[in-house]
């Protein structure tokens, strides 16, 4: 394994961490819906966009602009209204860990004004498999702490994707299932070998596990066909969970991983100076190399030698990406 540094960003406090996480994902959102010149990129008031992202008016306003432009000129428009049209359609595809990381996207993401949940795909990393009104699910979790907070009514409701509760009891029967949800949602199997999200947002337990890949579980680690496994008997928390896979998280446009607290600071040393360890995340750092990013508190960090960064937030107003 060569070494592959991933971008690593240090934060004093929680706080820090929350807000910038909140940045870089509603970036990613506006790269992905290409709508960075319509929002403003820190907003936390102001004009508001509806459920599908833009604003229906916004959009056909663009759609007779470009119409009597063209009858003015004689041209045929409908290429380029089929263009906006697209983009309207577009969504953002986002995969979420359990545990802090929904706390973390909780203080962050739920004051910003900017996030056109209308337009998110929201699928899970990984699911404990247990009742969903059980302290322990992920969905559950991500449910009583974001989705049922987000005012819907200005901002839209977003597509959740989680498992099959009624198949809690059959591991493989619900990755399964959960495989097939996914397929659907990115447009076949045929036609695509690896679903690609927009956003994959990890956490990383103490004990190494990211998602519900453990390090001693090589053979979940070495999958290479199946999108999402079953996992049973995990070491820590429920025993048995659903997971997805190393290289759907390495196909990701971006992987993110947020850590923070004292007790992942060996962890995160084995990561970032012992990548030859082959912990799960130093498998991402090097598959998804150049697309990975870290949102650390300095707690995490102590002791650890890597190169920290500041991190900057964006300015979408000009996102050309
Ligand atoms: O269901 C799970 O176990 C999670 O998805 C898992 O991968 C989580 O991200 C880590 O355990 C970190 O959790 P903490 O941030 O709470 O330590």
Request: no cysteine; aromatic share 8%; proline share 7%.
């Given at each position: 394994m060569t070494t592959t540094v991933p971008k690593v960003f240090a934060f004093h406090e929680f706080a820090g961490v929350a807000e910038a996480v909140a940045d870089h994902v509603i970036h990613a959102q506006n790269s992905a819906l290409k709508k960075g010149r319509v929002s403003k990129s820190r907003q936390m008031s102001g004009t508001s966009l509806n459920g599908n992202g833009s604003t229906e008016s916004k959009t056909m306003e663009r759609v007779n602009s470009v119409r009597s432009n063209a009858s003015s000129r004689g041209g045929n428009e409908d290429g380029v209204i089929k263009k906006i049209k697209k983009e309207k359609e577009r969504r953002f595809k986002i995969a979420l860990s359990g545990g802090s990381l929904i706390q973390v996207l909780h203080e962050g993401l739920l004051?910003?004004?900017?996030?056109?949940?209308?337009?998110w795909d929201i699928y899970f990393a990984d699911e404990r498999?247990?009742?969903?009104?059980?302290?322990?699910s992920n969905y559950g979790l991500a449910k009583r702490e974001i989705f049922d907070l987000i005012n819907t009514e200005k901002h839209g409701t977003p597509r959740i994707y989680h498992i099959d509760e009624s198949l809690i009891n059959d591991p493989q029967e619900c990755a399964d299932n959960y495989e097939k949800i996914l397929i659907k949602g990115f447009a076949g199997r045929d036609s695509v070998k690896l679903p690609m999200f927009d956003l994959f947002l990890l956490g990383c337990a103490p004990?190494?596990?990211i998602a519900s890949l453990f390090p001693n579980f090589q053979e979940n680690l070495r999958?290479?066909?199946?999108w999402v496994i079953p996992v049973e008997s995990a070491p820590s928390g429920p025993s048995n969970r659903i997971s997805l896979t190393i290289p759907v998280i390495c196909h990701s446009h971006r992987v993110t991983f947020v850590v923070e607290g004292a007790t992942k600071a060996p962890v995160i040393k084995t990561i970032m100076e012992r990548?030859?360890?082959?912990l799960p995340s130093s498998i991402v750092n090097e598959g998804a190399a150049g697309r990975v990013s870290w949102f650390v508190d300095d707690d995490a960090l102590k002791d650890v030698f890597v190169t920290k960064k500041k991190y900057k937030f964006y300015d979408d107003d000009n996102l050309t990406e």
């Open positions: 004051k910003r004004d900017d996030v056109q949940w209308g337009k498999l247990v009742p969903f009104s059980s302290s322990e004990d190494g596990h999958e290479n066909l199946a990548p030859e360890k082959g």
